[in-house]
């Protein structure tokens, strides 16, 4: 009986502190992680960082309204996605860019998916099995990636 009441109560915290999550504040997580804190400036665009200290390190990350991004700069133009690879939540700031049959792609270092940068569509090599002498191609896997429109503004990055 003592084992019910117990479990009872274990529930009734656990149920009470799934309320308080849910119904906690959204737009909490406003940073950057090399720029210190995140402003949100006029037109609803939110500081991310110095154009030439992106450029540099080549990609940063930042926290937006509890939604983690990342921008890279590579072959001249800034591009963001969100940080987390719709496959398995790996770490894609930490990923590697390959050109992919002309496209710009970042590799997740944990399964090696690899989605381009441009549109965030997922790739693989396939073959179709109905041609007569199959040789591997790039595919759409027809998923996509979460990617984020990028400003730049007086030498400024905008997300």
């Known amino acids: ?22 119904c906690g504040p959204k737009d909490v997580d406003l940073h950057s992680s090399s720029t210190g804190r995140a402003q949100i400036e006029r037109d609803g665009l939110i500081f991310i960082g110095k154009e030439e200290d992106i450029k540099k390190s ?8 509890g939604r983690e991004i990342v921008v890279f700069y590579h072959e001249g133009k800034f591009h963001a996605l969100d940080s987390h690879c ?4 790996g770490p894609l700031c930490r990923g590697e ?3 992919i049959d002309g496209q710009a792609c970042i590799v997740c270092p ?3 998916f690899k989605i ?7 790739l693989y090599e396939g073959i179709n099995p ?3 002498s199959p040789t591997p191609k790039w595919q759409s896997k027809g998923v ?16």
């Open 1 to 22: 009986m003592l084992d019910l009441i117990i479990l009872s109560l274990h529930f009734f915290i656990c149920f009470l502190i799934s309320i308080a999550i849910w």
């Open 58 to 65: 080549q990609r940063i990350t930042a926290k937006i309204n």
């Open 86 to 89: 719709y496959h398995e939540g």
């Open 97 to 99: 860019i390959e050109d």
């Open 110 to 112: 944990w399964h090696k």
């Open 116 to 122: 381009t940068l441009e549109t965030g569509e997922g």
């Open 130 to 132: 109905l041609e007569p």
């Open 144 to 159: 996509k990636q979460r990617i984020h429109k990028v400003t730049i503004d007086n030498e400024n990055v905008y997300y």
